[in-house]
Nanobody, 122 residues
Framework: VQLQASGGGLVQAGGSLRLSCAASGGTSGIYSIGWFRQAPGNEREFVAAIVWSGQSPYYADSVKGRFIISRENAENPVYLQMNSLKPEDTAVYYC????????????????WGQGTQVTVSS
């Protein structure tokens, strides 16, 4: 399974960005797909996850009400719409996929994309 994340960039606080994660390869065994982020010096942090078919979105408390994870169906990319961005949202954002249920733990995901940088200026 190959994951390609895109859509990062530089935005002012209060602004919005939309990240995309496109999956290819042998995806038949994948159950969930998620977004994580990692800032310099920090551990990789859970952001949001969704069932492969696009159901049951699940969010970290830090982004609930500001970010939306979505997917129309299993053939489309997974999107992370990020609104009301804050400087503390600055990080490299990764998409990940795995055969297990929705999880906030990186070890639950077997496949990882290359990451896309999000920088929020104050």
């Amino acid at each position: 399974v190959q994951l390609q994340a895109s859509g990062g960039g530089l935005v002012q606080a209060g602004g919005s960005l939309r990240l995309s994660c496109a999956a290819s390869g042998g995806t038949s065994g994948i159950y969930s797909i998620g977004w994580f982020r990692q800032a310099p010096g920090n551990e990789r942090e859970f952001v949001a996850a969704i069932v492969w078919s696009g159901q049951s979105p699940y969010y970290a408390d830090s982004v609930k009400g500001r970010f939306i994870i979505s997917r129309e169906n299993a053939e489309n990319p997974v999107y992370l719409q990020m609104n009301s961005l804050k400087p503390e949202d600055t990080a490299v954002y990764y998409c990940a996929a795995g055969p297990r249920g929705l999880s906030r733990f990186p070890r639950s995901y077997e496949y990882w994309g290359q990451g896309t940088q999000v920088t929020v200026s104050s």
